[in-house]
């Protein structure tokens, strides 16, 4: 299925998923993944439950008390996003 044809990947839920896959092993506030990713607060706040709720998200705890979110390594999900987005050679 090509990313056109697959409602998860719109603009904003691409790009979000994009700042993910290519720094997997950084932690985000809401407030940097939206300006890491270059995206609206409101954009954001409309598409990340879905993301989180498709496991491609996860929240990390990094001791500050403040919710930090990465890329799941265990998704399944996430792997597919990467094939559609980068391609099957990836």
Same mark, same amino acid.
Do not use: C
């Given at each position: 299925?090509?990313?056109e044809?697959?409602?998860?990947? #719109?603009d904003?839920?691409? *790009?979000?998923? *994009?700042?993910?896959?290519? #720094?997997p &092993?950084?932690t985000?506030?809401k407030?940097?993944?939206? #300006? ?6 409101? /954009?954001?706040?409309?598409?990340? &439950? ?5 496991g491609?998200?996860? *929240?990390? &705890?990094?001791?500050?008390? @403040? /919710?930090?979110? @990465? ?5 399944k999900? /996430?792997e /597919? ?7 099957? #050679? @990836?």
């Open positions: 299925m090509s990313k044809g697959h409602p998860f990947l #719109n904003v839920a691409e *790009r979000i998923v *994009r700042v993910l896959l290519e #720094n &092993d950084t985000y506030t407030t940097s993944l939206i #300006n890491a990713a270059d995206v609206s607060r409101n /954009a954001f706040y409309r598409r990340f &439950d879905s993301i989180v709720e498709s491609v998200a996860m *929240r990390t &705890d990094d001791g500050d008390g @403040q /919710a930090h979110w @990465q890329l799941n390594p265990d998704s999900m /996430a /597919a996003l990467e094939r559609m987005i980068y391609g099957e #050679n @990836q």
